[in-house]
């Protein structure tokens, strides 16, 4: 079955740390990738997708993905957190070829920044 | 540019009331999505709007019943509620048509069955 995992239930760093989330899906062939981020009490901002080419891609507010194809997983990365990036994050794909109908998102990941 | 908007943001419903949550863009966007978030499950898909004049189901559409009203509005309506239906609504839109992929979502609406 097609599915999207975040092993991560929650995650605290401190800041000025670094951050990594993990995300992995199961599907046929590589979907399309996608982070969102929900702020406390906000709706959900898409940090950044991947649709192919360049494996390495680059978000808004310093996150970056690298999508792995051998290992099925679209990695978020950090190199230095902020307090103001406290919030759940949401991994999500489209299949191939799909459409935004056919979002499905991981169960999130809840990051605590600590001063 | 206000983008998606919900209202209300906050409800509490007695089990059995009825109520009809607003959603409009302003983007001038093909299609429209309501969406549940519940703890633990991300965000599962209730039902969708593909074009003015069409709506599907989708994941979990037991207990809700939707209207697109004209090309910027897309209202859920929940008929009888129930406590299971406490969870945190999201409305989204997405311009539609092949490849079309981002979704853009509202800022959600808290719903409380007691």
């Known amino acids: 079955a097609q599915s999207v995992t975040q092993p991560d239930i929650h995650i605290t760093v401190s800041e000025g740390a670094s951050l990594e989330l993990r995300c992995n899906y199961s599907y046929g062939a590589t979907p399309y990738l996608f982070w969102y981020v929900q702020s406390p009490g906000q709706g959900l901002q898409l940090l950044l997708k991947?649709?192919?080419?360049?494996?390495l891609v680059q978000g808004i507010k310093g996150f970056e993905a690298e999508f792995k194809r051998s290992q099925s997983s679209f990695n978020l990365r950090k190199p230095s957190v902020h307090w103001s990036d406290a919030a759940e994050y949401f991994c999500a794909v489209v299949p191939f070829s799909g459409s935004a109908r056919q979002l499905t998102f991981g169960s999130g990941t809840q990051l605590t920044v600590l001063p | 540019n206000a983008g998606v908007t919900q209202t209300p943001k906050f409800q509490v419903l007695k089990t059995g009331q009825s109520m009809t949550l607003q959603c409009a863009q302003d983007m001038n966007h093909n299609s429209m999505y309501w969406y549940r978030q519940d703890p633990g499950m991300g965000l599962r898909l209730i039902y969708y709007?593909?074009?003015?004049?069409?709506?599907d189901k989708g994941e979990v559409p037991n207990g809700y019943n939707v209207s697109r009203l004209n090309k910027r509005e897309f209202s859920l309506r929940l008929e009888s509620a129930a406590p299971s239906q406490t969870s945190v609504y999201f409305c989204?839109?997405?311009?539609?048509?092949?490849?079309?992929?981002?979704?853009?979502f509202g800022q959600g609406t808290r719903l409380t069955v007691v």
């Open positions: 709007s593909a074009s003015e004049g069409t709506t």
């Open positions: 989204a839109s997405s311009p539609g048509g092949t490849g079309s992929t981002e979704a853009f």
């Open positions: 991947y649709f192919s080419g360049d494996t």
